[in-house]
């Protein structure tokens, strides 16, 4: 199984950026040779979005796209060891699944 494989659209995933420095948590939407389109949220408004959603505020995710020369790295988001992943603790804080509430709004 190659790379591309593990970053399927749908799959929860951290991307980390340069040129400003930012992390950004999603999920992802695209990945090309051209870089990377998400929906998801600035990893400094994580706190912030789940006290959104808890409290039933309107929230919702930003589409991104991010070109592959700002891109550092992408990693699933995944549990390490004891430490859930934010997909998780995104979860276990408001009671919805991430994929659920960063799914495209219905028109």
């Known amino acids: 199984m ?3 494989e593990l970053f399927l659209a749908g799959s929860m995933v951290l991307v ?3 040129n400003p420095r930012e992390k950004f948590w999603g999920m992802v939407l695209s990945l090309n040779q051209a870089g990377v389109s998400l929906r998801g949220i600035d990893l400094h ?3 912030d979005f789940i006290q959104l959603v808890r409290s039933g505020e309107p929230a919702s995710a930003t589409v991104v796209f991010f070109p592959m020369h700002r891109i550092e790295r992408i990693e699933l988001d995944a549990k390490n060891g004891d430490i859930p992943s934010l997909a998780e603790q995104f979860a276990a804080k408001t009671g919805k699944p991430p994929n659920i509430v960063f799914q495209e709004p219905a028109r």
Do not use: A, N, P
């Open 16 to 18: 980390t950026l340069s």
């Open 2 to 4: 190659h790379s591309g």
């Open 45 to 47: 408004s994580f706190e």
